[in-house]
C-alpha cells in the first residue's frame, strides 16, 4: 500500500524567505509524486510532479522539488516566498494502477510580511 | 479550455434529504474521480471509474453513498439520506490515463455541502 506523509501542519515563513515543504512517501513500486496547492475556497492546483527522469523536478509559480529514492523524500522548495504564496500545499503519490492519487494531509503555508 | 465542472458550488441541506452532486469531467479524459475533503479526514478518494465503469469504490463511506458515470461526460455522486457528518468539500477530477499512469489529474472547483 502506498501512503504520503507530510511533515508539519502548519509552516509560517517571512516574505522573501526560503520555504521547504516536506514529504515523505511510502510505495512498494516505482512511485509518480505531485505537489498539489489549493488557494481558499479553491480547488486544487497541479504545482508539478515527478514521474521519471531528472529527480529534480521544476514547477509553476517558481517551486521545484527533488525525488530522493534512498531517503524516500519528495520535498517542495521555494527560494523566496512571496505573499501570493500562502494557501495549503498537498504531497500526493500515484498507485501507478489506476493513475488514482493518494494524498497526504496538507500543509498550510503562511507569509509574514 | 474548459476544466472539470462541477455543480452546485455550495448546498445547504436538512438532514434526511437526499444530495445530488453533478460533474463533467475535462473532454477526452477517461478517467473520473470523486474526493473528499474534510478537516479531520484530509483528502479522501470515494470512488474513481475508468471508460465509465466504476474501478474503486472502497472510499465509499456506507450504503447511503452512490456514484455512477452514465457517459463519459458525465458523472453524478449522491448521498440518500443526508446526515450532518457528510458536511464537506465534494471533488471531482479526471484525467486521461494511459500507459504512464502518470498523467495529470486535473480538480474541479468543488461542491461545498451543509447538512442541517
Known amino acids: 500500500a502506498q501512503s504520503v506523509t507530510q511533515l508539519g501542519s502548519h509552516v509560517s515563513v517571512s516574505e522573501g524567505a526560503l520555504v521547504l515543504l516536506r514529504c515523505n512517501y511510502s510505495?512498494?513500486?516505482?512511485?509518480?509524486l505531485f505537489w498539489y496547492v489549493q488557494y481558499p475556497n479553491q480547488g486544487l492546483q497541479l504545482l508539478l510532479k515527478?514521474?521519471?527522469?531528472?529527480?529534480l523536478v521544476k514547477g509553476i509559480n517558481g517551486f521545484e522539488a527533488e525525488f530522493k529514492k534512498s531517503e524516500t523524500s519528495f520535498h517542495l522548495t521555494k527560494p523566496s516566498a512571496h505573499m501570493s504564496d500562502a494557501a495549503e500545499y498537498f504531497c500526493a503519490v500515484s498507485d501507478n494502477q489506476g493513475g488514482k492519487l493518494i494524498f497526504g494531509q496538507g500543509t498550510e503555508l503562511s507569509v509574514k510580511p | 479550455d474548459a476544466g472539470v465542472i462541477q455543480s452546485p458550488r455550495h448546498e445547504v441541506t436538512e438532514m434526511g434529504q437526499e444530495v445530488t452532486l453533478r460533474c463533467k469531467p475535462i473532454?477526452?479524459?477517461?478517467?473520473l474521480f470523486w474526493y473528499r475533503q474534510t478537516m479531520m479526514r484530509g483528502l479522501e478518494l470515494l470512488i474513481y471509474f475508468n471508460n465509465n465503469v466504476p474501478i474503486d469504490d472502497s472510499g465509499m463511506p456506507e450504503d447511503r453513498f452512490s456514484a455512477k458515470m452514465p457517459n463519459a461526460s458525465f458523472s453524478t455522486l449522491k448521498i440518500q439520506p443526508s446526515e450532518p457528518r457528510d458536511s464537506a468539500v465534494y471533488f471531482c477530477?479526471?484525467?486521461?490515463?494511459?500507459?504512464?499512469?502518470?498523467?495529470?489529474?486535473?480538480f474541479g472547483e468543488g461542491s461545498w455541502l451543509t447538512v442541517v
Open positions: 515527478y514521474t521519471t527522469g531528472a529527480t
Open positions: 473532454s477526452g479524459h477517461n478517467s
Open positions: 477530477a479526471s484525467s486521461l490515463r494511459g500507459p504512464c499512469s502518470g498523467n495529470t489529474i486535473y
Open positions: 510505495s512498494s513500486v516505482p512511485p509518480y
